[in-house]
């Protein structure tokens, strides 16, 4: 029952004739200013501010209607016939003026940069206008580009033999727009008739919001608000008819008792429609105010409270607010409940968490403490090779252990390196010696060697780069075997309890879900939603290291140090050169191999060293520089292959298919554009 209620209410605002559109974009304020001359000419100026994107305005201004009949002095000729046509239109200027939101009616008046008429204009331009003559009259397409300010658009004009003598009164009857497609916020007319003494009746059409006022016998005004596009409004008004004693256009006819008679019976219907309109909107406004008070709701008691405010100010209005006034109280006592429970399950849920990152912290996160805790540690903490070194720093492996693993058989003599003479850029052969090796060590023979037993460091980049798939394939063949070598060292924790903690993180989303209310600050559910994230992926990411793996890690790091350090140590507490080499080797994950490179350079030229048998090269010297140019073309190498693989994906995207893809004041009279004139236009 309570959704047929609610549909009945839809439908009955959906078919309202007072049912309001929200327009971002269109006509702001609409100012006209109109003075009635002695010739019966009309001489206008009028303002258009328009705001929105738009490259200018079209402005339509017509000065007859050629669907009207002839006048013949009948009651229908009164209604709207061709004695109302103008013959003609003397555009006098078009010009820009500068607008605000605060802009009114006297803005009209200032004055603006003029507009130059040519024959031809392009999109951006600015201070040009194109003029287009009809058969009723003219059309201006106005260059005055913007992107979201508003802009002013002045036109002054006359329309030429507007005004109609009759045997008792003076007549104006003129369509203000009949066909202006924007929809116009607020629409003021000011209508001066100089010298006019003693009669003066006026009559609008158009929506019936709309007002006109005599102020006096010189000054009708006009005033309308909200008008949708293509609603046409005119407006007529009679005078003493000495005002346009030079006017050539006669009726001879006495007109005033039969306008009188046309316009009554236009209010008559006007009024009419008004007071239907206004039990309309009791009955809506009844209705809703009922389903709030069954309903009682912040949407059901905003949705009622606007309906009540659609009605004219009087006792029905008033009672109806007295009556959601009491239902607010009841909504207001409800919300109050609602926040204490929201805040309730929020602070509860936030204890929560905390308890809960404080227990995950020192269970999964905190480290062990090691038992090595000195500074620095000079051997090699273990056996294992740079990779798996690699992957306890990192958790995974990558082109720098990659380079290590290398330089690692280079220093088990699995590899030889020769320099190759004669090259103006030097280049290094790497030939593989038969040995016994390990699974890992044997998937850096095959990514490097690729079933050759020798390869040119320089050609290695070419390769990966040229036959990329092959290489990235073999790399990732060595990453599986390294991280599964790495794995079985048992360097993490198994930490599998931590998903609770990410189930609670996700009820953080939840909440938020269930509990949003319009009424409780944004800032709340702003703040929930933050540590619901943070503590997400906090508790995603947090890795804990074994007793085995810290213990490893704290010697490594000693290592570390003492390699950062290696220039300022004393040449008795060096370790003997041969362990230089494998410094150099596990330096590489540990990040330091550049500055160790330079240090053992200086250290070298500083004791002399030089070993045959301890290296079957040069001298460490030559080391250093087999170290730093198998580094530099590993890492580069596997770029390289890896952008060519997404360099070929890019063009296979690229390069497939595209998708397809209207008297003595008072109201309007309904109606409006029954006479001559008129016009309109829009944006473009």
Aim: charged share 25%.
């Amino acid at each position: 029952m309570k959704k047929i209620y609610l549909l009945f209410l839809f439908l009955l605002m959906l078919f309202s004739p007072f049912q309001i559109d929200a327009y971002t974009d269109g006509i702001s304020k609409y100012y006209v200013d109109i003075t009635v001359k002695e010739n019966g000419n009309l001489y206008v100026k009028e303002l258009i501010i328009l705001n929105g994107k738009f490259n200018g305005f079209e402005r339509i201004i017509n000065y007859k209607n050629n669907r009207l009949s002839d006048f013949d002095g009948s009651l229908n000729s009164f209604r709207g016939s061709a004695i109302y046509n103008g013959s003609g239109i003397d555009l006098k200027s078009i010009k820009n003026i500068d607008v605000n939101n605060s802009s009114d009616f006297n803005v009209l008046y200032n004055s603006g940069d003029i507009f130059e008429e040519v024959s031809y204009a392009s999109t951006g331009d600015y201070g040009k206008y194109v003029r287009n003559i009809t058969s009723v009259g003219e059309q201006y397409r106005i260059y005055n580009p913007d992107n979201g300010r508003e802009k002013g658009f002045y036109l002054e004009y006359e329309l030429i033999n507007m005004g109609v003598v009759h045997n008792d009164v003076g007549e104006v009857a003129i369509n203000i727009f009949d066909e202006l497609t924007e929809y116009v916020e607020i629409l003021e007319i000011k209508i001066h008739i100089p010298n006019n003494s003693s009669l003066l009746r006026g009559w609008a059409h158009g929506p019936l919001t709309g007002e006109i006022t005599l102020v006096n016998n010189n000054l009708i005004e006009v005033r309308a608000t909200k008008v949708e596009p293509r609603n046409p409004i005119d407006v007529r008004f009679v005078f003493d008819k000495n005002v346009i004693n030079t006017s050539t256009k006669y009726s001879n006819v006495d007109a005033l008792d039969k306008i009188i008679e046309v316009e009554t019976k236009l209010a008559d219907e006007a009024n009419a429609q008004r007071e239907q309109a206004r039990l309309q909107l009791e009955q809506e406004a009844r209705y809703a105010v009922d389903f709030a008070k069954k309903n009682p709701t912040r949407d059901n008691y905003n949705y009622a409270l606007k309906c009540v405010n659609y009605l004219p100010n009087g006792d029905v209005k008033q009672n109806f607010l007295l009556e959601l006034d009491n239902v607010l109280q009841i909504i207001e006592k409800e919300e109050n409940f609602n926040k204490c429970i929201t805040y309730t399950v929020f602070s509860i849920w936030i204890i929560g968490l905390v308890i809960l990152i404080l227990y995950i912290y020192k269970k999964y996160d905190k480290e062990y403490d090691p038992d090595f805790k000195g500074h620095y540690y000079r051997e090699l903490p273990a056996s294992y090779g740079p990779e798996v070194l690699g992957y306890l720093l990192n958790k995974t492996v990558g082109p720098n252990d990659l380079s290590a693993s290398i330089m690692n058989l280079i220093n088990k003599k699995v590899i030889t390196v020769e320099k190759v003479p004669g090259k103006r850029k030097e280049d290094y052969l790497l030939r593989k010696v038969d040995m016994v090796v390990t699974n890992s060590e044997q998937k850096v023979l095959d990514l490097v060697f690729d079933g050759q037993s020798a390869i040119l460091l320089s050609d290695f980049k070419k390769i990966a780069r040229n036959s990329y798939e092959s290489f990235l394939s073999q790399y990732e063949d060595w990453k599986l075997q390294a991280i599964g070598v790495s794995k079985a060292e048992e360097f993490y924790e198994n930490n599998n309890k931590k998903n609770i903690a990410i189930f609670y993180s996700i009820i953080g989303f939840v909440l938020i879900y269930i509990l949003y209310k319009q009424y409780i600050s944004i800032l709340v559910y702003a703040f929930i939603l933050a540590l619901s994230l943070g503590s997400l992926v906090y508790f995603i990411t947090i890795t804990k290291r074994s007793k085995k793996g810290n213990n490893d890690y704290s010697k490594w790091m000693g290592l570390k140090r003492f390699l950062k350090d290696f220039s300022l140590m004393d040449e008795k507490s060096l370790p003997e050169v041969a362990l230089w080499e494998k410094y150099l080797v596990y330096a590489m994950p540990l990040g330091c191999a550049k500055k160790l490179s330079k240090d053992m350079q200086l250290k070298i030229q500083e004791m002399g060293v030089y070993d045959q048998n301890v290296i079957d090269m040069y001298d460490i010297g030559y080391m250093l520089q087999i170290n730093r140019i198998v580094n530099s073309t590993m890492i580069s190498s596997v770029q390289a292959a890896q952008a060519e693989r997404a360099r070929e994906r890019m063009s296979d995207i690229s390069s497939s298919s595209s998708s397809s893809g209207g008297g003595f004041g008072g109201g309007f009279s309904s109606g409006g554009g029954s006479f001559g004139g008129g016009g309109g236009g829009g944006r473009f």
